[in-house]
Each structure stands twice: as structure tokens, then as C-alpha cells.
């Protein structure tokens, strides 16, 4: 069932959990990710980021998307992750996404408050919930591989609370990612995250908050996060990464057994699709552990 992301936030805020928010370039993620939601009983969002265009072109993500949220038994959220640009905005709301992250955090605050207001225009008339940040991680996106880090390493500036309360005010937005330690990409050494500076965004502002750069966090990390108001988590770089390693174990056990074996591209994606469904629910159900405990 496809539903929209202030919807699912929502739910999230109300049993104290923190919703998975899943980037799936591929087919076999977007599958993956619908399967561990209805395995799992737990509400999802699938995310297509800006910067994934070339792994997978909006309209495939959008078509996709819809059809696998609207034949599951599973709350779906399709969410347009890090769009620094109000068109491919309204493009993704077009082709049926129901939430928008519009990431205006590496602009001057007056201008990230300027197109954050035109982003909730945009998004109301679609029925549609609107995430934005503010404050940096540093590290972007789809940025290189070896970034990562800690976030001081990254150049991270941290959500300032009474900042984020006037942000919220002027905006409109639905739910806001902060920054207070996490980075994007691979950690390279220990994530030491500020939940000072998180407890007082919380105390400050009234919406569902966000953490970026979820992948490394330890799972007491995630639930100390989410009881201080986290109600999304994307979660990505790890996921693709044990991915891959089982699709390698797969090749070098398959050539070790016989040099001659030829390996296809399906027992590549199937191998993939398989670690991708069991890591997803694995994540989802720590992101749940909390589940109704006093916040």
C-alpha cells in the first residue's frame, strides 16, 4: 500500500520506532526492500536519490515504485532522497512519489529557506510530505566511494537547535534531518555522535526528525537516537556492501569448486537480492526495538 511520508513518519512517532529509508537504484532493491517490510510487519520507505539518475532514470524508479507499493501488503513510502532541484521535484511527484527530501543544507540559510518554503508548496499540492535539512554531514550523497569518516574529518557543521526551530517555523517542511555526527559513506574509524545536540533540536522543534549517514551506527547508538526523537534512518552504503561481498564469496566459491563454471548474471542479482531482503529486515527490526518504550 502505497502511503505518503508524513503518513509514515507518523506511525513512526506514535509507537516511538524509526522507519528504514532505504536508496534502491536497482530492481532487485526496490524488491528486496517491499519484501522485509512484509516480512517484518514494519512500514518502509523506498528512496530514489537525485543522485542515483544514472543507476536507475526517475521515471523507472517512479513506474517501479508505485506498482511494487501498490500490490504489497506493506506501508510503502516512495521518497525522492537529496533532490537539490525543484524540478526533478515536481517530476518525482508527477510520476506518483508520495515524499520529497529537498536538500538545501550546502546553501545560505536565507536561500535554503526560500526554496524550502517553495518545496512544501510543491509537495502540498501533491499530497505529499516534505523532509529538509539543515546543517551538513560534510560528506555528500552519492559522493566518492572512500569518503566517510567521522564527521569532524568530513567538515560536518552541526544542526544548531535554535536554527532548526526557526527553520520548521518558516518552512512548512514535514520532518527535518540534522546533523550531529553521522556521515555519509563508508566509516573509517568510530562514529561518535552529539545526542546533546540532538535532545535539544527535540526539545525545540515538534516534527519527526531524520538522521543521515545511518550505515556503522551501533545498533545501542540507533536506539538511544531514536528515543531522543529520530523517526527516519536512511540506510544504504553497508547494505549494498554486504551485497556485493556475497555476490564475491558467491564467485570465488563457485570458481574454487570448478575454474570452468560459468556465472551468470541472474545468479549475480539473485545472490544480491537474497543479502539486500535479509540485511534490510535485520535493520528494520533493530529501528522497531524501541517500540512503545517511553521516550
Same mark, same amino acid.
Given at each position: 500500500m502505497? =502511503?505518503?511520508?508524513r503518513?509514515?513518519?507518523?506511525i513512526?512517532?506514535q509507537?516511538?520506532i524509526?522507519?528504514?529509508a532505504?536508496?534502491?537504484?536497482?530492481l532487485e532493491?526496490?524488491r528486496?526492500?517491499? %519484501?522485509?517490510?512484509e516480512e517484518?510487519?514494519y512500514?518502509?520507505?523506498i528512496s530514489?536519490?537525485?543522485?542515483?539518475?544514472?543507476?536507475?532514470?526517475?521515471?523507472v524508479a517512479?513506474?517501479l515504485?508505485?506498482?511494487?507499493?501498490e500490490?504489497?501488503?506493506?506501508?510503502v513510502?516512495l521518497?525522492l532522497?537529496?533532490c537539490e532541484h525543484?524540478?526533478?521535484a515536481?517530476r518525482a511527484?508527477e510520476y506518483g512519489?508520495?515524499g520529497?527530501?529537498f536538500?538545501g543544507s550546502?546553501l545560505p540559510y536565507?536561500r535554503?529557506?526560500?526554496?524550502?518554503?517553495?518545496a512544501a %508548496?510543491m509537495?502540498s499540492?501533491?499530497?505529499?510530505?516534505?523532509?529538509?535539512?539543515?546543517g551538513s554531514?560534510?560528506?555528500?550523497e552519492c559522493?566518492?566511494?572512500?569518503?566517510?569518516?567521522t564527521? %569532524?574529518?568530513?567538515?560536518a557543521v552541526y544542526?544548531?537547535?535554535?536554527?532548526?526551530q526557526?527553520?520548521?517555523?518558516?518552512?512548512g517542511?514535514? =520532518?527535518?534531518?540534522c546533523?550531529?555526527?553521522?556521515?555519509?559513506?563508508?566509516?573509517?574509524?568510530?562514529?561518535?555522535l552529539?545526542?546533546?545536540v540532538?535532545?535539544?533540536?527535540?526539545?525545540r522543534?515538534?516534527v519527526?526528525?531524520?538522521?543521515?549517514g545511518?550505515?556503522?551506527v551501533?545498533?545501542?547508538?540507533y536506539r538511544?537516537a531514536i528515543?531522543?526523537g =529520530?523517526?527516519? =534512518?536512511?540506510?544504504?552504503t553497508?547494505?549494498?556492501?554486504?551485497?556485493?561481498?556475497a555476490?564475491?564469496?558467491?564467485?570465488?566459491?563457485r570458481?574454487?569448486?570448478?575454474?570452468?563454471d560459468?556465472i551468470?548474471?541472474?545468479d549475480?542479482?539473485s545472490?544480491?537480492?537474497v543479502?539486500?531482503r535479509?540485511t534490510?529486515?535485520?535493520?528494520m527490526?533493530v529501528?522497531a526495538?524501541?517500540?512503545d518504550?517511553?521516550?
Amino acid at each position: 500500500m502505497l =502511503i505518503n511520508l508524513r503518513d509514515a513518519c507518523a506511525i513512526a512517532e506514535q509507537t516511538n520506532i524509526a522507519l528504514a529509508a532505504v536508496n534502491t537504484p536497482s530492481l532487485e532493491a526496490m524488491r528486496a526492500a517491499v %519484501e522485509a517490510a512484509e516480512e517484518t510487519g514494519y512500514p518502509i520507505i523506498i528512496s530514489h536519490a537525485e543522485g542515483h539518475e544514472s543507476l536507475m532514470p526517475l521515471a523507472v524508479a517512479g513506474s517501479l515504485g508505485v506498482a511494487l507499493a501498490e500490490h504489497s501488503s506493506a506501508l510503502v513510502c516512495l521518497h525522492l532522497d537529496h533532490c537539490e532541484h525543484l524540478s526533478y521535484a515536481r517530476r518525482a511527484l508527477e510520476y506518483g512519489f508520495t515524499g520529497v527530501m529537498f536538500d538545501g543544507s550546502s546553501l545560505p540559510y536565507e536561500r535554503n529557506v526560500e526554496l524550502s518554503q517553495a518545496a512544501a %508548496e510543491m509537495c502540498s499540492s501533491f499530497d505529499a510530505g516534505l523532509e529538509c535539512e539543515l546543517g551538513s554531514m560534510g560528506s555528500r550523497e552519492c559522493g566518492a566511494t572512500s569518503q566517510g569518516g567521522t564527521a %569532524e574529518d568530513a567538515g560536518a557543521v552541526y544542526t544548531d537547535p535554535d536554527q532548526a526551530q526557526a527553520f520548521v517555523a518558516a518552512t512548512g517542511l514535514d =520532518i527535518l534531518a540534522c546533523s550531529f555526527g553521522t556521515v555519509h559513506g563508508l566509516y573509517r574509524g568510530e562514529p561518535h555522535l552529539s545526542f546533546d545536540v540532538l535532545e535539544q533540536i527535540r526539545e525545540r522543534v515538534k516534527v519527526p526528525l531524520v538522521m543521515h549517514g545511518g550505515s556503522g551506527v551501533s545498533d545501542d547508538d540507533y536506539r538511544r537516537a531514536i528515543n531522543a526523537g =529520530i523517526r527516519k =534512518i536512511n540506510y544504504y552504503t553497508y547494505g549494498v556492501k554486504y551485497a556485493g561481498e556475497a555476490v564475491r564469496a558467491m564467485i570465488d566459491d563457485r570458481v574454487a569448486a570448478n575454474p570452468n563454471d560459468v556465472i551468470y548474471w541472474h545468479d549475480m542479482t539473485s545472490v544480491a537480492y537474497v543479502t539486500l531482503r535479509d540485511t534490510f529486515a535485520q535493520v528494520m527490526r533493530v529501528f522497531a526495538s524501541n517500540a512503545d518504550s517511553a521516550a
